[in-house]
T-cell receptor, first 114, second 116 residues
Framework: EAGVAQSPRYKIIEKRQSVAFWCNPI?????LYWYQQILGQGPKLLIQ????????DSQLPKDRFSAERLKGVDSTLKIQPAKLEDSAVYLC????????????FGPGTRLTVL | AQTVTQSQPEMSVQEAETVTLSCTYD???????LFWYKQPPSRQMILVIR??????QNATENRFSVNFQKAAKSFSLKISDSQLGDAAMYFC?????????????FGTGTRLTVIP
């Protein structure tokens, strides 16, 4: 079974530029999560999708971050415009339904904002 | 809000020895799950072990076991017969048992070094 795929693995941009990350969850997994992991900290949830609907986006900075999950499969996370404090690893995870408790993580995208 | 605390930023262990990583959490819920995840330099979070709060028996997975003390809100991870491949960041995480509340709350992690 293929794992959670993410791209790109690394991205370097200048502040005020825009960037997008892509995630392909494990086949059949209905729930998809985006986490932000700042250096030296544990991951923090940004947004959770159930199929193509948003379940929780309370921690998503909506003035600059957006995410979508069209057709309930792949998802993209966008930052526009980026700030220096957005430098972090962005992790995507998925979990099956109804076994919601086990989350499987992708390799992450390391974003550096200069 | 739930909080997870890992008070050991770094730990080291001799190869083949045993090490225990500490984790405490704060919650008012009675139904929840606890996890230990391993994050090697490749950055991918790998599930090590999970514990359901309603189970009194401590979970075990081969060389990994937990000491779950519900009243003390403590959830430590014991790694026996440590191997070089165990070197990584270890994160303790909490998930509510409430339907729909699926997101994980993570601690700040413990970096484990295994000395040959």
């Amino acid at each position: 079974e293929a794992g959670v795929a993410q791209s790109p693995r690394y991205k370097i941009i200048e502040k005020r530029q825009s960037v997008a990350f892509w995630c392909n969850p494990i086949s059949g997994h209905a729930t998809l999560y985006w986490y932000q992991q700042i250096l030296g900290q544990g991951p923090k949830l940004l947004i959770q999708f159930q199929n193509n609907g948003v379940v929780d986006d309370s921690q998503l900075p909506k003035d600059r971050f957006s995410a979508e999950r069209l057709k309930g499969v792949d998802s993209t996370l966008k930052i526009q415009p980026a700030k220096l404090e957005d430098s972090a690893v962005y992790l995507c995870a998925s979990s099956p339904w109804p076994r919601r408790d086990t989350q499987y993580f992708g390799p992450g995208t390391r974003l550096t904002v200069l | 809000a739930q909080t997870v605390t890992q008070s050991q930023p770094e730990m080291s262990v001799q190869e083949a020895e045993t090490v225990t990583l500490s984790c405490t959490y704060d919650t008012s819920e009675s139904d929840y799950y606890l996890f230990w995840y391993k994050q090697p330099p490749s950055r991918q979070m790998i599930l090590v072990i999970r514990q359901e709060a309603y189970k009194q028996q401590n979970a075990t997975e081969n060389r990994f076991s937990v000491n779950f003390q519900k009243a003390a809100k403590s959830f430590s991870l014991k790694i026996s017969d440590s191997q070089l491949g165990d070197a990584a960041m270890y994160f303790c995480a909490y998930r509510s048992g409430i339907t729909g509340a699926n997101n994980l709350f993570f601690g700040t992690g413990t970096r484990l070094t295994v000395i040959p």
